[in-house]
């Protein structure tokens, strides 16, 4: 017998933000793998089995996922946000590749969710509303260069970016370095924004101006949103701005 | 009195795939505003009126929306995917910003939703799975050089590129020209991904190289993915191909 595995985002921490098929193949799942903040957001039954790993053991977790339903087991594989985007999914893709003949039998499924910077534009607006791309600024698996090229390329092209996993303790100059570089390309009154846990208790969120962007608190849940030149804030009294990027581009 | 203008996102079609808190915004809403398709995905009671407009008529539907918010109406606006990618939140945002004082005072909320490129690629693989970029192939509201410049740089930067608003009946050639420019960027193997209306039972969906694409059946709500040199394809026994975009890049 031949068990299934499922790839699935909680969204960015809202309960209301998890789709209602991932919370039915919550629902359906024997054995839970995931990093253990994320793991900590389901409401699992005593009957169903949760394996933490640690944040940085993506590919061990995606071959004990794997090998459990190889075993037979009905396996969800957890990640915040979109599965999709910086996280599991292309571990499990990976370890798929590298792994033995029978994990390519194996009924794969992978449901997409909100990522964390749909949320964050959400609550900010609209900054992602014209051409705008992702970009992980972690350089434990790609040269810094590399990081380097990305941004000068999509700043100068004139597309939003999204920064995911901007700093850690193992990383901490990496954002500063990144902000200074666009500040080469982009005006300084471009809106920066930085949101972690949107729409959660805990929620941080600011926009700043890029000329003064590099200060303001960020970990690795953190995304920060930097607008092109053509992006555009709304005073509003009383409220926090609206940010947006208009749906015309210029020559 | 001030009504409330909530704008939300269907997700990309599969029932499924609407957030819990967009459910929840649609039994509270009172009228409805949207792209008439996206409407009839909603399930309204006889209390709740709906107004339908075309797909070209975003601004005159922002306004309308947000005077009848500003007249003390719960409002919504809906936008298939997520409202803010390509959708009706930059709209919302351009009418505040060009209408009355009065708008600026509304309390409008963005709830974010699952866009359509998340969707096809967790129906392939993880072709999101390392940096990416959206970029919109229309050229109503921005010049074609921009998005030929736009594709070069993206392209050349290594970045996997998600197509919106790949073709429509106004602009037959966009897209063929498109693969004509990046096939002279990447390898003629890189995998490219047409899905649409993924999830739900009229779903096309499918995977060719570069050298080939061109020629599959794709219109104004098809996302097509294209990947960098980096992305792989897993062949599967019996099944479709897993297409991902390792975490990994190389210099």
Redesign the interface.
């Known amino acids: 017998m031949t068990g299934r595995l499922t790839v699935i985002g909680t ?2 921490g ?8 991932a919370l ?1 193949a919550i629902a359906r799942g024997e054995m839970f793998f995931g990093y253990g903040p994320y793991l900590d957001r389901l409401d699992l039954r005593p009957d169903q089995r949760r394996i933490a790993s640690d944040n940085r053991e ?1 590919i061990g977790r995606a071959r004990a996922a794997l090998d459990a339903a190889a075993r037979g087991a009905s396996v969800c594989v957890v990640s915040g946000g ?6 599991m ?6 370890a ?2 590298c792994g033995p003949e029978t994990w ?2 194996l009924d ?1 499924v ?6 964390a910077m ?2 964050v ?3 900010a ?12 600024l972690s350089d434990n ?3 810094w ?2 990081i380097e ?2 941004l000068r ?2 700043a ?4 939003v970016i999204a920064l995911y996993n901007p700093i850690s303790s193992a990383r901490p100059w990496q954002l500063a370095t990144a902000f200074k570089l666009l500040r080469e390309i982009l005006p300084v009154t471009t809106p920066v924004i930085f949101g972690r846990a949107v729409g959660r208790p805990d929620e941080t969120f600011a926009v700043v101006e890029l000329g003064d962007a590099g200060g303001q608190p960020a970990d690795m849940a953190t995304c920060v949103i930097i607008g092109s030149a053509e992006t ?1 804030l ?5 409220m926090d701005p ?1 940010v ?8």
């Open positions: 969204g960015p809202n309960p209301g933000q998890t789709t209602p098929e039915e993506e979109d599965p999709g985007v910086f996280a999914a292309a571990a499990i893709c990976e798929v590749e390519r039998r794969i992978i449901l997409p969710g909100v990522t749909l949320a534009a959400a609550r607006g609209a900054p992602l509303g014209h051409d705008f791309c992702a970009i992980s698996l790609k040269p260069e590399v090229r990305r390329a999509v100068e092209a004139g597309l555009r709304i005073e509003r009294p009383g609206l947006y990027s208009p749906r015309s581009a210029s020559a």
